[in-house]
Antibody, heavy 119, light 107 residues
Framework: QVQLKESGPGLVQPSQTLSLTCTVSGFSLMDYSVHWVRQPPGKGLEWMGRMKYDGDTYYNSALKSRLSISRDTSKSQVFLKMNSLQTEDTAIYYC?????????????WGQGVMVTVSS | DIQMTQSPASLSASLGETVTIECLASEDIYSNLAWYQQKPGKSPQLLIYYANSLNDGVPSRFSGSGSGTQYSLKINSLQSEDVSIYFCQQNYDSPYTFGAGTKLELK
């Protein structure tokens, strides 16, 4: 069955870089796009960016200068790196699957990983 | 950016009741709208896509409608397991924005 699982540090210091991994199973990264979406505690959802099935990337313009998404198809992993973290980046970070070619809605979600930005 | 305005922000209803949640886009999104359900402490789950298509496994008491800038999610015969926060999301144009959510509680 389709599964996505996020992993990474729970605590990051301000101004540092966040590195997260999304490990997928039940589908191929060469057939489906994977997106990152985040949710500050008690708040709404923000789309961050996408790793397309062909390896192309696409970012939210508000985060583009700080964000990088990459992948390792042999390991079924998608990576998120975001630099210059601030307290407002404290959130649950989800990786999600796009069910079709460039539809930009999300049919499967990981469990999420809570990231706290604090010294 | 396309703004998504959901109403109401919170809603209290009784078991068996029918509830409707609205989502207003700041511009025409041509039915590129999805609805998600998020239960406490869980990840969001896709309910509806392209405004009115029911995702696999979603109970038929959920339905979506709308066009242009105005969309709605309807839940018939409310069940206890429907207590959740509901989000709309436009997938028409980047950045792909979400509504602020509607918290549904039992009366």
């Amino acid at each position: 069955q389709v599964q996505l699982k996020e992993s990474g540090p729970g605590l990051v210091q301000p101004s540092q870089t966040l590195s997260l991994t999304c490990t997928v199973s039940g589908f191929s990264l060469m057939d489906y796009s994977v997106h990152w979406v985040r949710q500050p505690p008690g708040k709404g959802l923000e789309w961050m960016g996408r790793m397309k099935y062909d390896g192309d990337t696409y970012y939210n313009s508000a985060l583009k200068s700080r964000l990088s998404i990459s992948r390792d198809t042999s390991k079924s992993q998608v990576f998120l790196k975001m630099n210059s973290l601030q307290t407002e980046d404290t959130a649950i970070y989800y990786c999600t699957r796009d069910p079709n070619y460039g539809t930009f809605y999300f049919d499967y979600w990981g469990q999420g990983v809570m990231v706290t930005v604090s010294s | 950016d396309i703004q998504m305005t959901q109403s109401p922000a919170s809603l209290s209803a009784s078991l068996g009741e029918t509830v409707t949640i609205e989502c207003l886009a700041s511009e025409d999104i041509y039915s590129n709208l999805a609805w998600y359900q998020q239960k406490p402490g869980k990840s969001p789950q896709l309910l509806i896509y392209y405004a009115n298509s029911l995702n696999d496994g979603v109970p038929s008491r959920f339905s979506g409608s709308g066009s242009g800038t105005q969309y709605s999610l309807k839940i018939n015969s409310l069940q206890s397991e429907d207590v959740s926060i509901y989000f709309c999301q436009q997938n028409y144009d980047s950045p792909y924005t979400f509504g602020a959510g509607t918290k549904l509680e039992l009366k």
